[in-house]
């Protein structure tokens, strides 16, 4: 399942060894957070899979319910380089990819001149972990700065392409699309958020815990316990746990599962009446990759060396819900993506005799 740095493969204990490790650091990154946030343990553990599965995260959620506070926090907990750009209107690219500027040097010569240049400035995205707080509040064109970066590890400005630094976590915050002044995220951004998790209110207790520590005059102290070699370590890993080819069938029909009969020249073969009826456009080929890797960050938090259907199911609505694209009908009806997605797991099949012939 696994190699070594030179190519050999690992042995059962090494590789034993390795899980244990990973569980260890990502518990002890989790009790970190836990620390200074309240509730919200899917929350948790979903940030926590996106950054161990090498993925990006958005959070959305009404204001004040903690989403910058959990990232900030996660930031102090990870002995990485942290960025954050606060989303406005008046955000250009510029400011968060950074621009080519002219600068004065001293001349090469030796003769005591001063010669101009083009120096590329880096803008703030040149972190290890980049917070874009609030990101619906630019504009589309602003927005669109970070599709490159998300993609491809690499920005490019003034005709150079520059590598960001490993690893690379955009944890982006957003509020609900009704609220005034935010501007829906282009469908092609979406799609490069691992993840989309929705923050909900705390309940009674966690509420009376969340007042009890911020009005107490004191501050948990939180410990950086993980730095960024051990993260593409940990990353790597979780890429080589085994998957089964009927599990990773399973993840290929519940994505197809969400295109509706004439999508794009889809059949339809494996999409529901709901999903026929509300649903316009279907998940990407990236949903499917975001479905086997959660799952095999599901499997390995859990001591499994294979993925299994309900790895699949766990994380699939937050890999879908922001990759379907509904009608109108469903919007008049109220009808959201989980809905859909939570109709495709209860009617797919799951046994092997619904996979795919070999």
Do not use: W
């Amino acid at each position: 399942m696994s190699t070594s740095s030179n190519g050999a493969p690992l042995s059962p204990d090494e590789v034993n060894s390795l899980a244990r490790r990973f569980r260890d650091d990502y518990n002890s990154v989790r009790d970190q957070v836990t620390k200074v946030i309240v509730g919200h343990s899917e929350i948790v553990d979903g940030v926590l899979t996106a950054l161990f599965c090498g993925g990006h995260c958005l959070l959305e959620g009404v204001p004040g319910l903690g989403k910058t506070l959990l990232i900030r926090t996660l930031s102090r907990a990870l002995k990485l380089d942290f960025a954050r750009v606060q989303f406005t209107p008046d955000l250009m690219p510029a400011d968060i990819t950074g621009t080519t500027i002219v600068a004065e040097t001293d001349d090469q010569n030796g003769n005591g001149g001063r010669s101009r240049q083009f120096v590329f400035q880096p803008g703030p995205i040149f972190a290890q972990m980049l917070l874009a707080d609030e990101i619906n509040r630019a504009t589309p064109k602003t927005q669109s700065a970070l599709l490159e970066a998300m993609a491809e590890r690499s920005v490019t400005v003034g005709g150079t392409t520059h590598p960001l630094p490993r690893p690379f976590f955009v944890m982006a915050t957003q509020n609900p699309l009704e609220q005034e002044g935010t501007y829906p995220l282009p469908e092609a951004q979406l799609d490069r958020f691992f993840f989309k998790l929705q923050v909900g209110y705390s309940n009674r207790r966690e509420l009376f815990d969340i007042v009890s520590r911020t009005t107490a005059g004191t501050d948990a102290t939180v410990e950086s316990v993980v730095d960024a070699a051990r993260i593409v370590e940990h990353q790597k890993l979780v890429q080589q746990v085994a998957i089964a080819p009927h599990v990773q069938d399973y993840a290929v029909r519940v994505v197809m599962a969400t295109h509706a009969a004439g999508e794009g020249g889809s059949s339809g073969e494996f999409a529901t009446p709901m999903v026929n009826r509300f649903v316009r456009f279907g998940a990407s080929p990236r949903a499917a990759q975001a479905l086997v890797l959660g799952g095999k960050c599901r499997a390995l938090l859990d001591a499994r060396a294979a993925v299994s259907m309900d790895d699949i199911k766990g994380v699939a609505l937050a890999a879908l819900r922001h990759r379907l694209i509904l009608n109108f009908e469903a919007q008049a009806e109220r009808v959201d993506t989980d809905a859909v997605i939570r109709n495709i797991l209860d009617t797919l099949p799951v046994g092997v005799e619904g996979a795919m012939a070999r």
